[in-house]
């Protein structure tokens, strides 16, 4: 039986509630019509059925996002009803119904995919609150899979693009890490678009109306940078003559991204590690303090580990900021979505000229063969650079930074200590000239133009290099 109580006497609907089915299993008819009028004063959408046959049938016709299943129904085992759920709605959420005697079958069923049990005889309150409960868990998992999707294909706030695996784990982190206020410290080389991920995490989460202000490390002084993050009062140093509110101040609710943040100075690192602790900071020649609220993102291309080690870098502050860690893979660790990032450069650059812009095959194999040591930055100069040299609307290898198509993949590499990473100049002017020819697909003339040289000698070289 179910306990009554005065609930359903002042319905309030649950949230996110409207637009979900709900599947009520019992044989018990007064039970399944007090779910029933429960799960509609909450704005679901219920069917109700007497028998594991019966739900099958409705399941067979109409989906459903979340089961309430008796264990103990005629002719059929109430885990046999679970499996088959399971089995083909994976989708819903299965909360089975058991009687106080058979807690054992409950703890079953829980190890078997259900994602709750509630004990008959049970009160109104009680349902509603599991209910309540399945439903935000529910809205979680939908605004889950819609960021997902939205950082994977979105062309504003962020602008990543890629779907190597690489990328599609970075995704998954970005998800869940936007919707905390724990520091995030990014990590990744020069390049991969660390600010880009950091604007990601705050324009994905529920603090994407408030300020995302950036803040450069490395190229401020530390009086400079003192004062930007925490302001200063008028007379607190020469040229004082204001004063100013502190970047993590002003950023109030909002986020503070520190790129570079292994070029802070010592002292700054303590001042820093202690506003984040105590959550309020001293502008620069005041004895007031004040109180924020801010998230902290940091951004580095060092090793901060290392940095710890050799005493450049707080231990306390390093563990402060590395709560949550995202590390984004350099462009020659994810080839496959260079094609993805050329399109959309040329795309943009079209836009702002008005021309639209392609790549020719031949040019398109020597950018997926560059190692990229300057990564998505470079890539996108490259582009730009092509776009301004070349007179047609086609990208030609012609059209292409030299570095890019003469220089072999084995002398952009790493460096390998068996041969103590240097070559002869004889060795590798003989890889240059064959690289080139492998990436022109042996077109003689054309290599030649493009690495400067006569067709008599590329023609001599090849001559000595095959009777080597």
Known sequence: MVATD???????????????????????????????AVAQSLG???????????????????????????LKLPGSRGLDALHSIRKNRPEALVIVITGFGTIQSAVQAMKDGAYDYVTKPFSMEELRLLLERVTGHLRLKTE???????????QGFGNIIGRAPEMEKLYRIITKAAQSTHPVLILGESGTGKELVAKSLHFTGPFRTKPFI??????????????????HVRGAFT?????????????EGGTVFLDEIGELSIDLQAKLLRAIQEKEIRPVGSVRRIPINVRILAATNHDLEQSVVQGTFRRDLFFRLNVLTLRIPPLRERRQDIPLLVAHVLDRLGHDSGTERTISDEALKILLNYDWPGNVRELENCLERACALS?????????????????????????????GGILPMAELEKQTILN?????????????????????????????????
């Open 44 to 70: 679901f959408t219920p069917q109700v059925a007497e028998s594991a046959e019966q739900a099958s049938r409705l399941l067979d016709s109409r989906s459903a996002d979340v089961v309430l299943l008796d």
């Open 391 to 419: 007179s047609a609307d086609e990208i030609q290898v012609r059209d292409l930074p030299t570095q890019v198509y003469s220089v072999p993949p084995e002398a952009t590499g790493p460096i390998h200590p068996g041969n």
């Open 144 to 154: 889950n899979r819609v960021l997902r999707e939205t950082i994977k294909s979105r």
């Open 239 to 251: 040229g004082a003559t204001h004063p100013k509110d502190g970047l993590l101040a002003i950023a």
């Open 214 to 231: 950036p803040v450069d490390c490395g190229s401020l002084v530390p009086t400079l940078i003192e004062s930007e993050l925490f302001g």
């Open 6 to 36: 005065t609930a359903l006497r002042r319905p309030q609907q649950i949230e996110g509630a409207n637009f979900l089915n709900l599947l009520i299993v019992d044989d018990d008819r007064a039970v399944r019509e007090a779910c029933r």
């Open 436 to 468: 080139a020819l492998a990436q022109v697909n042996g077109d003689k003339m054309l290599a030649a133009r493009l690495l400067g040289i006569g067709k008599t000698t590329l023609y001599r070289k090849l001559k000595e290099y095959a009777q080597a």
